[in-house]
């Protein structure tokens, strides 16, 4: 099988996830984000999803039929600045990719879609009946690539799962693997580096919203959770499974000031914070409903808020300690 963006944070733990289950894997990655020893275990193809010739030439090198496709920029905000860049690399290059991986004989695929589709959901726990109503060109880049899954179905066959992650969290529990928070925007990186670096606070988005304590609402799944859910979907396409989008979440919401607490528990101290003004754009409160997943792949996810910050902050206290 072929995994694009497999050096990266999830792309990563499911490569490991489907080489220790004994699944064939290549990586196909650019390393613009990835590092190349969160491989593991499977050989990597250094290059570009839209060069067509190499992803032919490595789809036949490795008799691929299957493709799982991570590689795509994630930042929401930059996708507003400069949303060419996302149209780019999330849409016209997985078109370059997907038609080069059918050409070359797969028939399968697993996408990496994201609850950011939904937008603003109207209610909680969301369905995959909810509406799609991105609210930023990123989600619309995810939401897009659905839609041509669909069409991709209908003219070539193609049977696919899209899986839209809500907040994708926590390391490996050896350790190995887990999220850089060099670039990170993300709350539980940003938690980390404030408790163990301790010299850049915190900032909480809002205390005033519509919630039990004031602070914003998240389903945060652990990455491990993530990979499980990912190898389900491959055996429920190779059960001749048809293409279906699929929630990945834990159907719990934790709000900003419970995931601090959680890393104060973990940490022996306390998370350094201040509370700020909102942040554009962030939905008040959004959680999955999981049964969709439970009834179509057989997947639930077993980890929650405690072994993500747990995990998290074991592993990012080995990276300061190494660094
Ligand atoms: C979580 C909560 C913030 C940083 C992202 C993507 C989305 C989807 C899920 C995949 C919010 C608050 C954050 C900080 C804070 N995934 N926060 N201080 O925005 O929910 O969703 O992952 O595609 O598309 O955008 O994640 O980690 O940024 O925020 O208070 O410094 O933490 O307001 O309530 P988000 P996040």
Redesign the pocket.
Known sequence: MLVTGGAGYIGSHTVRALREAGRAVVVLDSLEFGRPDAVIDAPLVVGNIADQELVTATCREYGVTQLMHFAAY???GESMENPTRYWRNNVARSIELIDACIDAGVSEMVL?????VYGTPAQVPVTERAPIDPE?V??ET?ATLERLMTWYGVTKGLRSVSLR?????GASFDGRLGEEWTFS????P??MKAVLLGDRR?????DDYDTPDG????DYIHVEDLAGAHHKSLEYLADGGGSAQVNVGTGTGSS?FE?IRATERVAGQAVPYDVVD??LG??VA?YAAPEHAEQTLGWSARYGLDEIVRSAYEWHRSQVATS
Do not use: E, H, M
């Open positions: 994630k930042s929401v990496s879609s994201s609850c950011s930023s990123y989600a995810k992650y809500f907040n994708a969290a925007l993300n709350l539980i940003l938690a915190l900032q909480v988005f809002g602070t914003c609402i998240r900003v995931v909102r942040r962030d939905p959004t």
